[in-house]
């Protein structure tokens, strides 16, 4: 998962940690990287713990040889990254592993919270059409009971094997995204829940399908979602897996 931090991404942990370790040997990088480091070193949680307890605030980063491994290191190797705070008496010495490591789990915390509201949200679409998808049910049931898939009669089955699918374009992911693309800029948490009923009225094209298709319908889907998912493109290339 890419980690986002003071405007600069990076692909891994590792790639944020190596930065971090590249600046540190370097005194005019760490003057020119202010805001990038002052971004990444707010997020971890020993400088917070530290400006908390001496009611400070971080001032600056800086870097400087740590005298904890001083003593058995030589050159740039002992050099670290330094959190300047108010308040306390000396500066506080940092590992570039530790500020990546917070930086990381901030960023999917992070995540997290911003996916919850959109979760919620759909949940709640889906049952807003939810009257929509019994009707369609029932009004099937008086014509051509039979699945759109395989065509075999579906009152040989049991009503958890009758299912109401969604038709090829207009997926329910489809209407609710492009709903939130037309009216919210993209926003799903904004959607209004009964103004999406309506939209969904009139967009849906519902269809029975017996189990079986509808299971093999889902597999297939499943199998060419990479292909339709943008942010597959997105992730990081596995080492060695050169097109
Ligand atoms: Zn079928």
């Not at 992070?110 to 959109?118: E, G, K, S, T, Y």
């Not at 969904?200 to 889907?221: G, Y």
């Amino acid at each position: 998962m890419p980690v986002d931090v003071g405007g600069r991404t990076f692909k891994t942990k590792t790639a944020l940690e190596n930065e971090l370790k590249r600046i540190s040997k370097i005194p005019s990088e760490v003057a020119q990287n202010q805001p990038f480091l002052l971004a990444c070193v707010t997020c971890y949680s020993k400088v917070q713990d530290a400006i908390a307890d001496v009611d400070g605030c971080l001032t600056g980063v800086t870097c400087g040889p740590n005298p904890a491994k001083a003593q058995y290191g030589t050159g740039t190797n002992v050099y670290c990254l330094q959190a300047q705070i108010k308040g306390l008496g000396e500066p506080m010495c940092m590992s570039s592993d530790y500020i990546a490591r917070s930086v990381v789990s901030r960023a999917s915390a992070d995540a997290v919270r911003a996916r919850r509201p959109v979760a919620t949200k759909i949940e709640k679409l889906r049952d807003a059409v939810q009257p929509q998808i019994a009707d369609f049910k029932d009004s099937a049931r008086g014509n051509s009971w039979a699945c759109n898939g395989c065509q075999s009669p579906l009152n040989d089955l049991i009503p958890a094997f009758r299912h109401v699918d969604h038709t090829g374009g207009y997926e329910f992911r489809h209407l609710k995204n492009e709903y939130a693309r037309i009216h919210h800029n993209g926003d799903v948490t904004q959607i209004d829940t009964t103004a999406f009923a309506t939209f969904h009225a009139q967009n849906a094209r519902l269809q029975m399908l017996c189990i079986h298709c509808n299971v093999r319908k889902k597999r297939k889907a499943q199998d060419t979602y990479v292909s339709d998912n943008p942010l597959a493109l997105a992730r990081p290339t596995k080492p060695g897996a050169s097109s």
